[in-house]
Structures are given as structure tokens and as C-alpha cells.
């Protein structure tokens, strides 16, 4: 996504904050409105924020606050400042790591992300190559990729179903079930549950199993 396009997007939730405050009541920033717009402006952050970055750190720290009139103040703050740093280009460097047109793959992206110092993001990544290979792997052998109801599959079942299907063993089920979890933690903020020497062994053992399984 361009950055204006994400400038933008946060453009609107700001706005709709300052609509609210305008009232200048505390009903207010405790209304139906008002949790919904903490619900907007977290899933903004998430989705605009690098994965790592301190304003998803910050985020994740507001996440368990039940008082919705003071949590909306300290997100839109977040908000505020990854917007103000997208116009400023102070965010380029990241961003210019992920979308680079040089990167051939995901895990070429994640290793580019881990050498500059940015061992969550490029968990992220290292996972989300990951799991689409666990779904190219089940369309090449005739698993199926939905439910019953046409939902996707989640990445863990579809492993255990390649299992069933005899595609690979349990050690390498519980590997991946493994690798997953280390994907998980860095999308949700367990940033010190893991190091950067994991990563990197995250990165290799991937390739590996995609070399070994071919898709």
C-alpha cells in the first residue's frame, strides 16, 4: 500500500476522534461509537505498523485497558505519531525493505529485514511464506485447503492434515506446528520470547523444508 494511501486512512480515524472530543464529555468517549473507533484505530495500527515497530509495541500495552474513554486517548495518540512519521518519511526505510521490487520471495525479504535489524518483521514474513507453502503442499496432493462451511483452513490444521495424508512425518508436523508459534508470537507482540539467532534459524529451516517438499 502507498504511503498516502495509509496516510490517508488514518487521516479519517483522527478526524472522527476530534468529532467525538469535540462534544467535550466523558459519555462520550465511553459510547458504542467510541469502541468502535478503538476497534478501527487498532486494527489501522495493525495493519499500516510494521510488525515489531514501537507503535505496535505501544498498542500492545493499551490492549488490556478496560476503560475505553482513556484507552482511545492513548491509541489515537499512536495513531497520530505513525501518521505523522508516514508523511515525514521517517517510516521509508522499513517500508522500502518490505515492498522492494529486488526481492524474488518472501524469505529473501525476511533475511534483507533480519541482516538490517528487524528480527519481528521478518518473523512475520518467514511465516507467511511458510504458510503458503503448507497450502500450495495440500493443493498438490489433493487435501483440502476449506472447510466444510468454505472457510480457509487455518495453517495448523492444514499441517496436521498433511500429516494424516502421509505427505510428512510427526517430527516434522511438530516442527512446523513449532515454527508457527514463533510466527504467532511476533505478529502479537512477544517480541523478547524469541531472539534474533531464532529467527534466523526460522528462515533457513523453512527454506529447507520447501526444498525438501517442493510445491
Known amino acids: 500500500m502507498e504511503v498516502d494511501k495509509m496516510v490517508e486512512q488514518l487521516d479519517v480515524l483522527i478526524a472522527e476522534y476530534k468529532e467525538l472530543i469535540a462534544v467535550r464529555s466523558d459519555t462520550a468517549l465511553a459510547s458504542d461509537r467510541a469502541k468502535l473507533l478503538v476497534s478501527r484505530l487498532e486494527a489501522a495500527i495493525d495493519r499500516l505498523a510494521v510488525p515489531g515497530s514501537s507503535y505496535v509495541q505501544q498498542l500492545d500495552l493499551y490492549r488490556v485497558e478496560k476503560r475505553v474513554k482513556f484507552k482511545i486517548r492513548e491509541i489515537h495518540s499512536i495513531a497520530l505519531g505513525l501518521r505523522d512519521d508516514l508523511k515525514a518519511g521517517w517510516t521509508t526505510s522499513v517500508m522500502e ?9 518472501y524469505l529473501e525479504m525476511a533475511e534483507t529485514l533480519l541482516k538490517s535489524g528487524y528480527k519481528d518483521p521478518a518473523a512475520v514474513i518467514t511465516g507467511t511464506s511458510l504458510e503458503v507453502h503448507i497450502r500450495m503442499l495440500c493443493v498438490r496432493h489433493g487435501v483440502d485447503t476449506e472447510l466444510p462451511n468454505g472457510a480457509p483452513k487455518k495453517a495448523d490444521v492444514m499441517n496436521s492434515d498433511l500429516k494424516k495424508g502421509g ?6 508436523k511438530k516442527q512446523i506446528t513449532a515454527w508457527m508459534d514463533l510466527r504467532n508470537r511476533a505478529a502479537h507482540g512477544g517480541y523478547a520470547s524469541y531472539d534474533e539467532h531464532q529467527v534466523r534459524m526460522f528462515i533457513e529451516g523453512v527454506r529447507d523444508f520447501i526444498l525438501k517438499y517442493p510445491a
Open 97 to 105: 525493505l518490505v515492498h522492494a521490487d529486488t526481492h524474488s520471495d
Open 167 to 172: 505427505i510428512y512425518n510427526e517430527a516434522r
